[in-house]
């Protein structure tokens, strides 16, 4: 059923569909507000649940936003310790940004049947609500500016592309990102699938292909044929642009397929979400794989998708133990317990900025984290 948005404007009463990615509930109290409301007014209004319809300058509504995310953002002025277990620094910081995107997601902007936004100044955005949203419906709805700026953002990305160098030279070397579908911004994993020795060149299956990043790179090295599956309407599209677009059509196949195709392959690769915890949104199902289904049902199912002397390709970070999320070992074990042996682990370090950042309340565990291409068999 369609969320609706009700709300009291004059003397009438409005009402318009509400969308929200992260599925999260209408507000129940709506005040229609415009730039005569103070940055203060309108920080304690979002705390307290209450959602503002900005009638006003557009630009004024995102100066408004940056100024609730200031006051988000400030420091208590009694902090506590920092928690001394890093699974209890993990569940802080993401209560943390959790509450930061409930408050700053209650300005809201009203957009018309075809997407338009009808406020002065208001920009074009209609393909990048398209893109994400599909065709329009001619019904009115509502969206909070932060979903919306970060819906304008992903169409960006999906313009201009990312450049991933173990895909070759430029020019022909760009992912395109749709949004929704997780972006291939940590590039060192790619460097391991681009350098570790290939069993055969063949086949290969790229299970949870999002972007389509992996097979694109298998085919680029040469991989004859590769089948790419996902079960997420939107990667699933998008890994079939970036096939298109890198001219690989005749190499790579996208499937619709919850983990493995039918068959067997030579060689089977997975990029699993990396951290065993809940997500909060649609949007974090590429971060967060809750109690490990996907990296357990990979293993469990491997040997019975592998060829005689097939290898599975297992790419995986080491940052849910060091944030106390997985118990040291546990990846060995799960390997054993599913009839796999280990033929070799190739690692490398972070590049990402986060990485060297001592401010990031997680640093103690980023510094320490190892990304892992494990290569199993059979047993």
Request: glycine share 8%; net charge positive; charged share 25%.
């Amino acid at each position: 059923m369609t969320a609706l948005l009700a709300w009291t404007e004059g003397d009438a009463s409005r009402e318009a569909r509400w969308r929200s990615e992260a599925r999260s509930a209408p507000p129940k109290r709506v005040q229609v507000v415009d730039d005569t409301l103070s940055a203060g007014a309108a920080f304690r209004l979002a705390s307290e649940g209450t959602g503002l319809l900005w009638r006003s300058d557009f630009n004024n509504a995102r100066q408004l936003l940056q100024a609730l995310a200031r006051r988000a953002d400030r420091k208590p002025r009694n902090p506590t310790a920092a928690p001394a277990i890093p699974r209890d620094a993990f569940n802080q910081h993401r209560q943390a940004l959790g509450q930061r995107a409930q408050i700053l997601g209650k300005l809201l902007i009203e957009l018309q049947g075809d997407y338009a936004i009808a406020l002065p100044r208001g920009p074009d955005w209609r393909q990048a609500c398209r893109e994400a949203w599909g065709a329009p419906d001619g019904q009115p709805s509502v969206v909070s500016l932060r979903e919306l700026l970060g819906l304008v953002g992903a169409h960006e990305w999906r313009r201009k592309g990312l450049e991933v160098p173990a895909l070759g030279p430029p020019p022909n070397n760009r992912i395109h990102p749709h949004y929704g579908v997780f972006s291939p911004v940590r590039g060192e994993y790619l460097d391991l699938v681009a350098l570790a020795p290939l069993p055969s060149q063949e086949l290969a299956f790229d299970i949870g292909t999002g972007t389509g990043v992996i097979a694109a790179v298998l085919a680029r090295r040469g991989v004859r044929r590769v089948l790419a599956t996902d079960l997420d309407a939107r990667a699933l599209g998008c890994a079939r642009d970036n096939i298109a677009r890198l001219g690989l059509g005749d190499h790579v196949e996208v499937i619709h397929a919850d983990l493995f195709p039918p068959g067997r392959a030579p060689l089977v690769v997975c990029n699993p979400p990396w951290l065993p915890a809940r997500p909060s949104s649609p949007l974090e199902s590429a971060i967060y794989d809750p109690d490990s289904r996907m990296l357990r049902g990979f293993l469990d199912g491997l040997a019975a998708h592998l060829t005689p002397a097939g290898e599975g390709w297992l790419i995986l970070s080491d940052l849910a133990e060091h944030l106390g999320l997985r118990e040291p070992g546990e990846v060995q074990r799960l390997i054993d317990a599913a009839g796999l042996c280990v033929l070799g682990r190739h690692e490398v370090r972070p590049r990402h900025p986060k990485a060297g950042d001592a401010s990031d309340p997680l640093h103690s565990a980023r510094s320490r984290e190892i990304t892992s291409l494990w290569r199993l068999a059979a047993r």
